[in-house]
T-cell receptor, first 114, second 111 residues
């Protein structure tokens, strides 16, 4: 059973605030991902990591940053939130970076910036 | 580089069949299929590797035509639990498992 957690599940915050979205997995997976998904729309990869101290930008440009200091933890930070950042953010992990590896998704954080 | 899915939405009665298509303009390494129910995380269904193999998962199966860069998801004898949005995710020839997801197909099964 996949165990990947995200907190908070919902966040409403004012413009200009700094926020960190937490993502943790207990499966020991090397590869982790962050996706952005607007309601009813496709998922876009914004960040990924192959392992500790590895972070890469995805295909969708994002003003957020990520870090990977521990295998199990992959937080996403927005230094100054804007209304355009309003979206759902999904964290995922996979056992390897190989193409045969399914991705396990967390429940998501629904972010609203007012 | 996002794949194109069709149809965008479909409504079925219980027991009916459906086909969801996923097409890419790029050469593919594999195609992943996920189902997402409203307000929930996407859940993995299956991975199709190049070679045209067909895979099955209960009454849900899929095929991958690597020459056409297309995959199709087949849902037979649909159940109420099949309702949700189906996404295909394509892995380009890098094989890095960085997926480009389609726009989704919203499937609604009614009694």
């Amino acid at each position: 059973e996949a165990d990947i957690y995200q907190t908070p599940r919902y966040l409403v915050i004012g413009t200009g605030k700094k926020i960190t979205l937490e993502c943790s997995q207990t499966m020991g997976h090397d590869k982790m991902y962050w996706y952005q998904q607007d309601p009813g729309m496709e998922l876009h990869l914004i960040h990924y990591s192959y392992g500790v101290n590895s972070t890469e930008k995805g295909d969708l440009s994002s003003e957020s940053t990520v870090s990977r200091i521990r295998t199990e933890h992959f937080p996403l930070t927005l230094e100054s939130a804007r209304p355009s950042h309003t979206s759902q953010y999904l964290c995922a992990s996979s056992e390897t970076s190989g193409t045969f590896s399914q991705q396990y998704f967390g429940p998501g954080t629904r972010l609203t910036v007012t | 580089q996002q794949p194109v899915q069709s149809p965008q939405a479909v409504i079925l009665r219980e027991g009916e069949d459906a086909v969801i298509n996923c097409s890419s303009s790029k050469a593919l390494y594999s195609v992943h299929w996920y189902r997402q129910k409203h307000g929930e995380a996407p859940v993995f269904l299956m991975i199709l590797l190049k070679g045209g193999e067909q895979k099955g998962h209960d009454k849900i199966s899929a095929s991958f035509n690597e020459k056409k860069q297309q995959s199709s998801l087949y849902l037979t004898a649909s159940q109420l639990s099949y309702s949700g949005t189906y996404f295909c995710g394509t892995d380009l020839l890098t094989g890095a498992n960085n997926l480009f997801f389609g726009t989704g197909t919203r499937l609604t099964v009614i009694p």
